[in-house]
T-cell receptor
Framework: DAKTTQPPSMDCAEGRAANLPCNHS???????VYWYRQIHSQGPQYIIH???NNETNEMASLIITEDRKSSTLILPHATLRDTAVYYC????????FGTGTSLTVIP | NAGVTQTPKFQVLKTGQSMTLQCAQD?????MYWYRQDPGMGLRLIYY???????DKGEVPNGYNVSRLNKREFSLRLESAAPSQTSVYFC???????????FGDGTRLSIL
């Protein structure tokens, strides 16, 4: 399974879009990109996933580059409740959670 | 709809004691997982079960055993607890191996 690289931390102003990048240069053709977040010490929460095409749901948008070597999770209007650790995972059959990006939304 | 339920939420053990962490899901999912999370680290897979009656090792299986009792329940057993097993343990379930996983709220385990 491919591994991912994420910045350790990011800040975002409340109400602005939060753009969280993820590099996965060794991704293979059948591996999906998943995003989860973990608020405080709660269990991780599924956000969105995709294979090739961009995806959008009620929580976020996922933009995957054409070569699939990187992706960006977009939270369109960040709120204080979006402060969390965000994990980008590339998976065939196993989910490898790295250390993620700690996003702090600032009032 | 409870989703994934873990019991207990907190536990303190002495070195050498044994205990079983319980996990149950009510979503009729086929796959279930046990992870551990240490301070400042991501989750690491201990064991998983792709379907009732099957279990497989993950990244860090040593010191643990699992039982997939039925489709709903997946338990994790520490036979002889060690301080290195102090961690937060999360159970998860999914429809299939590549489907989104739904997590419980965790069991916080301290071993003295």
């Amino acid at each position: 399974d491919a591994k991912t690289t994420q910045p350790p931390s990011m800040d975002c102003a409340e109400g602005r879009a939060a753009n969280l990048p993820c590099n996965h240069s060794t991704i293979s053709g059948n591996e999906y990109v998943y995003w989860y977040r973990q608020i405080h010490s709660q269990g991780p929460q599924y956000i969105i996933h995709g294979l090739k095409n961009n995806e959008t749901n009620e929580m976020a948008s996922l933009i995957i580059t054409e070569d699939r070597k990187s992706s960006t999770l977009i939270l369109p209007h960040a709120t204080l409740r979006d402060t969390a650790v965000y994990y980008c995972i590339v998976t065939g059959n196993q989910f490898y959670f790295g250390t993620g990006t700690s996003l702090t939304v600032i009032p | 709809n409870a989703g994934v339920t873990q019991t207990p939420k907190f536990q303190v053990l002495k070195t050498g004691q044994s205990m079983t962490l319980q996990c149950a899901q009510d979503m009729n999912h086929n796959s279930m997982y046990w992870y551990r999370q240490d301070p400042g680290m991501g989750l690491r897979l201990i064991y998983y079960s792709a379907s009732e009656g099957t279990t497989d090792k993950g990244e860090v299986p040593n010191g643990y055993n699992v039982s997939r009792l039925n489709k709903r329940e997946f338990s994790l057993r520490l036979e002889s607890a060690a301080p290195s097993q102090t961690s937060v343990y999360f159970c998860a379930s999914s429809e299939g191996r590549r489907q989104p996983q739904h997590f419980g709220d965790g069991t916080r385990l301290s071993i003295l």
